[in-house]
């Protein structure tokens, strides 16, 4: 039975934990598929390498998203048998054979992405010529202003982009058309440049598409000059979604990771030592802070029982180093704490929903965790602005 507490100080106030807690907050899951499910006028599909968690599943299918991008067969059969009745979209554009086979033939999943011929060759041929597909061609696109670019990877361009719209028409019982701005991206026009490229080349290729699927790369708010409103985001792609030639009752999907998992966990963990303004925490980036080693990704921490906030005056800058002995388990931040924090307090880092838990290893005997659920209020939400919050708590 998960322990449930008002607050970390709740917490803290019963237990001193040698291991780092991860903290739920589902009603913040829930929250935050509200405000997409209200805001955007096309279906949500969550890309769940994000966060696996299974009361993050629960909380998005109580919600009623139904859709789930899955990027490996190890996703698609986690979702078949927790969400009985989902939709798959298998949209990593490079998949082995043996996993296109198993996902068809095995778990019904019969949406792919694809952003080369030989790939789609290579889904024709495991499928037996399969004429129930829905493929979605993985086009390039700017993905200047995002944190975390996924262009050098994936995407097809230019006159190849042309002919795999024009293959995959010809095979495919559906034509879709997708692309990435980037994860954490930073400049909502993205999504409508990329919507207009995308336009741009399925006109060239003279075919009309039946689903168009904006990716994801909705920015969680981690900083204070983060965007909160992603309300801006929805506008620049409703209103650039007109311009893409499709058939007159087709599809729209965003299929948002980041945005829907950020606020579901906080992280908290202790400090072993502290050499000047060097913390030394009890988890770090072979941990649920990955992002903060790896990416150099600031999250909003603060430490529990001060009744402060971060961002609030007289703060001072902090790094972190992670519990692992290697030089680069370190995050640079500046995490802004309180000048007196000491050996033995413990500190609440939030919006660690998102590729936190699921980026953590066993690296030198550490990552293991204590999980508990709390009902309190998420630093820097993106979702409580203008947000009538009916089921929060
Ligand atoms: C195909 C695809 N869709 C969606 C996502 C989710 O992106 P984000 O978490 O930035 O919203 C990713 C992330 O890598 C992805 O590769």
């Known amino acids: 039975m998960m322990q449930r507490y ?13 291991d780092p807690v991860r903290c739920r907050r589902p009603f913040a899951v829930l929250r935050a598929a509200d405000w997409f499910h209200n805001r955007f006028s096309g279906e949500l599909i969550y890309a769940v390498k994000a966060n696996t968690s299974p009361f993050v599943i629960e909380a998005l299918n109580a919600s009623g998203v139904q859709r789930f991008d899955v990027a490996s067969l190890t996703e698609v059969e986690t979702i078949y048998h927790s969400v009985p009745g989902a939709e798959l979209f298998y949209m990593n554009p490079v998949k082995s054979r043996a996993h296109i086979r198993s996902a068809y033939f095995d778990y019904g999943v019969r949406t792919f992405s694809v952003d080369h011929v030989d790939e789609v060759h290579k889904i024709l041929e495991v499928t037996e010529n399969a004429n129930d597909l829905s493929l979605f061609v993985r086009l390039h696109c700017n993905d200047r202003g995002s944190v975390l670019p996924l262009g050098k990877k994936y995407g097809a361009e230019g006159r190849a982009a042309v002919e795999l719209l024009q293959l995959v028409r010809s095979v495919a019982a559906r034509l879709g058309v997708t692309f990435h701005v980037g994860s954490q991206a930073l400049e909502p026009a993205r999504f409508g440049e990329a919507i207009h490229h995308a336009a741009d080349l399925v006109r060239r290729a003279g075919v009309v598409a039946e689903l168009m699927n904006v990716g994801g790369g909705f920015p969680a708010c981690y900083r204070a000059s983060d965007p909160v409103d992603l309300g801006i985001y929805i506008d620049v792609i409703e209103t650039a979604i007109s311009a893409m030639p499709m058939v007159h009752d087709a599809q729209l999907f965003a299929e948002p990771g980041r945005a829907l998992s950020a606020e579901a966990e906080s992280l908290i963990v202790r400090v072993d030592a502290r050499r000047g303004h060097e913390l030394f925490i009890n988890d770090g980036g072979y941990g649920v802070l990955y992002d903060a080693a790896n990416c150099d990704w600031i999250f909003p921490a603060r430490l529990i029982g001060d009744g402060g906030a971060c961002y609030a005056e007289g703060l001072e800058a902090f ?3 992670g519990p692992t002995c290697d030089a680069a388990d370190r995050m ?11 050996e033995g307090d413990y500190l609440e880092i939030h919006k660690t929903g998102a590729y936190g838990s699921v980026m953590a290893s066993g690296f030198n005997g550490f990552g293991c965790y204590e999980e508990i659920e709390l009902e309190d209020e998420v630093m820097l939400s993106n979702f409580l602005p203008n947000y009538e919050a009916a089921s929060v708590g």
Do not use: D, I, N, Y
């Not at 008002?6 to 040698?18: G, M, Q």
């Open 6 to 18: 008002k607050t970390a100080e709740e917490f803290l106030s019963l237990r001193r934990p040698v």
């Open 319 to 321: 790094s972190f180093w």
């Open 332 to 342: 640079k931040g500046p995490f802004l704490l309180p000048g007196h924090v000491a």
